[in-house]
């Protein structure tokens, strides 16, 4: 009984130890700065003067400031990219799933855009989508447009046109989460199925979705956070967007009101 609880003991500290680098950068990173955070949040703070403490006015000035307004409202419509970007997540894991020759290829190509530095992306499709840019071209080389589009400066389509970005740079990462959850699938389940008369849309449904919610809820999850939280692209793009906003002062510029 010794023996076994000194084993037990030596594998609790060892998992912790493996553990502690990754908690510590947690909670420096983190945590702490959530803490603070939340606490300066009751303060008037410029970094420059002392905090002075305001209780709930910072809050209540962000619930009557018109511009809030605006950014809260596009952070809702920025969440539509969620949805479609799982579902062509999964399309394409469905795809690349298949042992053909060169898949490893196309996976790898259609990863690339997660490891491409957001800022470069965000000049990239800047350019492609300016109105001089690549797409304007083949639009009106195509006569499918008589005038450039302003992608990125309509206030109507320019939040729509940092969407795709943002579809085209996730579309690979959630692939893999879901090329995963597909490789752990039994195949059996399919064979079954398909002796049974199932079709593919039938297999699609009703064993491949249904398997795979724990990958779904996962990926949901973080694209609803990371669609919410997204800043780069649209400053990058455009200029934080401030222009559609209600007249401020130089010196402020809203990062989402695209």
């Known amino acids: 009984m010794g023996q076994a609880s000194k084993v037990a003991r030596l594998s609790w500290l060892s998992a912790y130890g493996f553990l502690l680098p990754a908690l510590l950068l947690l909670l420096v990173f983190t945590v702490f700065p ?10 008037q703070y410029n970094v420059v003067s002392p905090p002075q403490f305001v209780g709930l006015n910072n809050f209540k000035e962000i619930m009557t400031d018109p511009v809030a307004h605006i950014a809260f409202r596009n952070s809702l419509v920025y969440l539509l990219v969620v949805p479609v970007l799982q579902l062509f997540s999964i399309l394409l894991a469905l795809v690349v799933n298949q042992e053909t ?3 490893h290829f196309f996976r790898m190509l259609f990863y690339v855009p997660v490891i491409t530095s957001i800022i470069v ?36 389509i320019a939040l ?24 752990v699938i039994d195949p059996q389940y399919e064979e079954a199925a398909k002796l049974d008369g199932a079709n593919w849309l039938h297999v699609f449904r009703h064993i491949t979705l249904p398997l795979l919610k724990p990958s779904i809820a996962f ?33 402020i510029t809203c990062t989402i009101c695209s």
């Open 121 to 156: 992306v965000a000049l990239a499709w800047k350019w492609l989508l300016a109105e001089q840019g690549l797409f304007n071209g083949i639009l009106m080389s195509l006569h499918w447009i008589h005038e450039p589009i302003h992608w990125l400066t309509d206030p109507s």
């Open 219 to 251: 990926c949901t999850l973080i694209s609803c956070i990371a669609a919410v939280k997204v800043f780069a692209e649209i400053y990058v793009m455009t200029e934080g967007g401030g222009h559609f906003c209600r007249p401020r002062p130089w010196f």
């Open 101 to 103: 020759k060169g898949m």
């Open 34 to 43: 959530l803490i603070l955070g939340s606490v300066l949040s009751l303060f």
């Open 160 to 183: 729509y046109s940092v969407m795709l970005v943002t579809f085209w740079k996730g579309l690979g990462y959630y692939m893999v989460i879901y090329l995963a959850g597909l490789q």
